[in-house]
């Protein structure tokens, strides 16, 4: 087998797992990928925080930390594993509104959780933002409001 093959056959397993994933968090549409998008803006910008700025609050020197890093990567599969457990309860009350809920609720979170690492490294944002993603917080939750240490 060439190294082209090779190559092939590992994108392709790829697409077939990417394309399954997606299928089992209720289809790759808007609202999953604002989700993936703002989780993976929220990993990033922590890390920069972390690893520039040292003003980090998930570690105790404000550095780089690997297992909190790790932790963050662990929080971000819960996520998804709650997002899944939505969809199957969408399936079994007959609903299409519970995955979208949840996936709102998590989107602002991991929006709101962005902006402050933004504010940490002295980035200045548009207060609409923080009000728009509170909002889809909120309309994900009910419009109540619980605080997280995520």
Partial sequence: MSATEIKNSVLATLAAVGAAAANSLGGWDALLELLVA?????????????????RSNKSESGAL?????????????????????????????????IRSAVVLFF??????????????????????????????RDKGDGGEHHEQGA
């Avoid at 602002?108 to 993603?133: A, T």
């Fill in 38 to 54: 703002l989780m993976a803006a929220d990993y990033l910008t922590g890390m920069v925080v972390a690893a520039v700025f040292k």
């Fill in 65 to 97: 930390d690997s297992r909190a890093g790790f932790r963050g990567l662990v929080r971000k599969c819960a996520v998804l594993v709650l997002v899944y457990i939505a969809v199957l309860l969408d399936a079994v009350a007959e609903t299409h509104y």
């Fill in 107 to 136: 989107a602002g979170n991991e929006g709101l959780s962005m902006l402050e690492n933004l504010g940490l490294m002295g980035v200045p944002y548009p207060r609409f933002m923080r009000d728009m993603l509170q909002a889809l």
